[in-house]
Structures are given as C-alpha cells and as structure tokens.
C-alpha cells in the first residue's frame, strides 16, 4: 500500500497553517504597530479637547503680543504661581519641578524646605515642545498622585521585641540597608501622566540590575495593558511623561515626603 499521497497531504497541510499562522502573526504585528503609533495622537486631540481655546481665545492669539517671548514667559511663570498657590492651601508637602533649570523643591506653605538639582530628563514632546497654550493650561493647576511604584517602602519599618527590663536591652546594630539600596519610582497621576524618579549612581552591578528590572516589570505591564485595549479594537492609552535623574539621597528624601496623594507642579521656560 503506498502511503507517500498521505505523507504529501498532512505535510501539505503543515505547510497551508504555518503560512497560514505566520500571515496572521505579520497582520498582527503591522496592527499592533499602526494602533501604537496613533496612541500619542489620540492623546493630543484629547489634551486639546480639554484644554483648546475657543474663538475669543483664538483672536487674542493672533495679536502679536500673544507670541512675544517675554510675555509668554510672564504667562507661564503666572500659571506655576496659580498652580502653587492652590497647593499651599491644601498645608501639606507638595513637589515642584522646574523643566528650566533642572530643579525639584519640596514645597509646604509655598516655602522651599529642600531642593536638589537633577542631572538629567527625558520627557514627552508635549512638555518640550508643545503649544504653548496648552502648557499654559497643564501648568495652572497641580497634577495629583493617584499610585505609586518604587523599589523602597514609602514607610520604612521596623520590628522590635520590647525587653522586659533594662537587663536585657541591646542597641541596634543591624546595618541601615536603606542608605545604599537602589531608589527608582513612578509617580502615577490622576489623568495619566506619569514622573518617573530614579537615581543617578548607576556604577554598582545592584544598581543596574534594579533599574533594568524595575524598568522591564513596568514595561512588561504596560505592554500587556496596551494589548488588552488593541484585541479590543481601542487605541492604546498613551500616557504623558518625565523622567529626571536624582541622588539616591535626595530621590529617597521626596519619595518619603510626598503624601501618598501628594501633588506636583510643573514650570516650563
């Protein structure tokens, strides 16, 4: 009995589902990519929805002294003092981050109580290069933390056996971990834009491999967050960003100080 005609026809029909399989995982792929790239867009229209000028507004853009430097710079330095003023009336610590001179504060009452100068960031285009009307309005009032991640506990936290007398206490001489281990955190706000926190020591092997997991583990959500939404037929979420680089020190200093729904006010020259 010759079996070579079945032979032909199962590795026939290997051969239709893999093309078959690798077709769909091609379209897939093109589709998922076309969907990504309408994410930012998609997320523009909305900020534009929400914060666009109307035609009064429009006509006084067309003035010249609506496009002067110098007033815009007094516009924007007016809405980073509306912004601060209503977080100095909420008496609690809030965070500010000058885009201009690559400073953060810590803020209470609109005072200063610590500043440190970040080395470097890395932000979405919006917040660089975008309208100017449009930062105006981002920056006239706080954005507000709705979660946080971060490789250190907001509150560090001990447990001690108390001694029944004097005749059995022993000082601490366990080593304070918390001054050399690595510091990187996401501050997630209420409509989506993110600050990301990390240290910038990067000279210890810990301190890459913190950095690199904590990055993939974030990543890796967002990837599948993102799928979620394309089987779906649904744009992707994109999501506003800055990243700024810290001491660890200081990076561990604001994460502690903030509240857990703390608020943070952006200025940008």
Known sequence: ???????????????????????????????????????????????????????????????PIFSDSTYLKLLKEKAFLQSRMIMAETDSIYLTLNLGDSTAHLEISGVSVHKVKFTGMEASKIFIKGDENLILSLMSRPFTIANDRATIKKEPVMIKMAPKDTSEYKPDIMPDTSITEPVNYILEMTDGTRIYICQQENEKPEDRKSRSRFDFQYRLRDAW???????????????????????RSDAKIIYRAIPKYGQVGLYRE
């Open 225 to 247: 967050s993102s799928l979620k939404s394309i089987v779906r037929f649904r744009v992707p979420e994109y999501h506003l960003f800055i990243k700024i680089y810290l001491p």
């Open 1 to 63: 009995m010759n079996m070579e005609p079945v032979t032909e026809k199962k590795m026939s029909g290997r051969i239709i589902a893999l093309i078959s399989a690798l077709i769909f995982l091609v379209m897939f792929i093109i589709y998922y990519s076309i969907m990504m790239m309408m994410s930012p867009g998609s997320k523009y229209a909305e900020i534009r929805n929400e914060f666009g000028i109307d035609s009064t507004e429009q006509h006084r853009k067309d003035n």
